[in-house]
């Protein structure tokens, strides 16, 4: 079959079997371009280009799929919680992909359903829906809440810290939003999640190693911390900063030193310069952690948070003036305001 063809006249990357036999097509074609791999099935009744699907990312292919779900819908509905999340752009930890979440804008049930799970929201969250490339989808700080009451402690966390670091402002309405909704049943981890949020997070990992952090009484960090050399000149920026222990830490990943290239560079050369860096760190008296995806999972970090406190101590002893306690540095972040 000329899929192609199909796919010009639909313009939004999937077709729908009604489409198909409309464009001359039939079952039989379907399910041979299925067996020949060039078709796959987003969906019952709905396809795409297998070699489209293969390019695209795990948030792009989810959005494919929300398209195709949002398309077979009777009645009034936009993308919700982690769906929604991700078309404005936010990451998200945690979630099956493969599921699509939708928030049923008439009287239509809640309900699961062929990988669409239907929220009951109401007509007043009308007030509070958008379009967004052609899509109905709930406001941004509704996607974060929304998504916070459907996740654990870190996939809330990684959420709202990527939502709040693209859009500052978005901290006023959520914090509106919690007030709204302060008597909602079920709420004290989503309540929490905001309350641990920060827009300094740049990446899921940062979020997932503050997370660890707090589960196991290890004090929050300062993020984004700025290294002075003696003169006052800037060496650089460390994603982590213990004050209490002058322990920096940095969280490495293929994204962050592909993030780092400068023209000409390859990863290797970007990893010498970060080690070049660090080392220019370390000489203004501080110690030096290094995180990794794997180590700060949530099945696992308890591992990692006991070396960690580990390091701290000796960070403490080696480069902090005696008298002053990891105890009575945890008291001082956690003063600080949020």
Partial sequence: MDVSQVLVSTEVGFFTRAQALASGESDKSLRAALRAGTLVRLRHGSYARADLVASLDDRARHLLLARAALHQQRGEVALAGPSAALLHGFDVFGHDLGVVHLARLDLGSGRREAGVVHHVVGRAAG???????????VSPEDAVWQTALLSSLEGGVVTADSALHQRPTLAEPLRALVARTRAQPSSRTARLVLR????????????????????HGIPSPTLQHEVFDPSGRLIGRTDLYWDGARLLGEFDGKIKYGRLLRRGETSSDAVVREKRREDAMRRTRCGMARFTWSEVQPDVAHRRMAVLARKLEDARQLYV??????GAAARTLAAVPR
């Fill in 127 to 137: 007030l509070r829906v958008t379009q967004l490339d052609g899509v109905l989808v």
């Fill in 196 to 215: 641990l949020s920060r827009a300094e997070a740049e990446s899921a990992g940062e979020s997932l190693t503050r997370v660890a952090c707090f589960r």
């Fill in 321 to 326: 003036s005696p008298g002053v306690s990891l």
